[in-house]
């Protein structure tokens, strides 16, 4: 995402041998003053500055905010990355999924149908036993849920690479307890 920089804030920050690009809030005189919240959002409009939908004069608002008075500009938040649980992101690819189809229909280039910033989906764990007391129970159970649930992490798997800037960070297969697993289950 690039930036107007429009009060110079832009700067790179080295650590070890990693460049990050950063935006000052000293850049801008009053930023200093905002509660932590305030400064997250001020950093995001310093960063997403654009002229037209984000301009200084968004900035400047925010640098002059008055706690106790009443609000009189907008100001727009707009989200380096979404992340969201499979509850939530499943509808998110179906929508996705649904107007890349009527784009199609409509003659128009599917593939330009993405999300608008970066996504990543991550897939809950199940918590629903059926056996239970026997030394196979863990892994019997683990099948089952991947029976239950094969359509949809068939179609989450289909989503990750269908759509660009879109991650899904696919349930371990082992416990909780255990590192999660970057692999999609196995099982057919």
């Not at 700067?11 to 809030?25: C, M």
């Not at 798997?157 to 696919?170: H, I, S």
Request: proline fraction near 5%.
């Amino acid at each position: 995402m690039s930036s107007v920089d429009t009060f110079g804030s832009k700067g790179t920050l080295t650590v070890g041998d990693q460049d990050y690009e950063i935006f000052r809030l000293s850049a801008v005189e009053g930023l200093e003053r905002l509660p932590y919240s305030l400064k997250v959002l001020a950093e995001n409009l310093l960063r997403t500055e654009d002229g037209a939908n984000i301009t200084a004069d968004h900035v400047r608002a925010l640098a002059g905010w008055d706690p106790d008075a009443q609000p009189d500009t907008e100001i727009q938040f707009t989200p380096a990355r979404v992340i969201m649980q499979d509850f939530t992101g499943v509808p998110c690819v179906v929508d996705l999924a649904t107007m890349r189809e009527a784009v199609a229909e409509l003659g128009g280039d599917a593939q330009r149908i993405n999300p608008l910033a970066p996504a990543e989906l991550v897939i809950d764990h199940s918590v629903q036993i059926d056996v239970f007391g026997t030394a196979g129970a863990f892994e019997r159970n683990v099948d089952i849920e991947y029976d239950r649930n094969r359509e949809r992490y068939q179609f989450l798997r289909w989503g990750q690479t269908a759509f660009d800037d879109f991650k899904v960070v696919p349930r371990a297969p082992a416990s909780c307890t255990r590192s999660t697993s970057s692999t999609w289950p196995a099982r057919s």
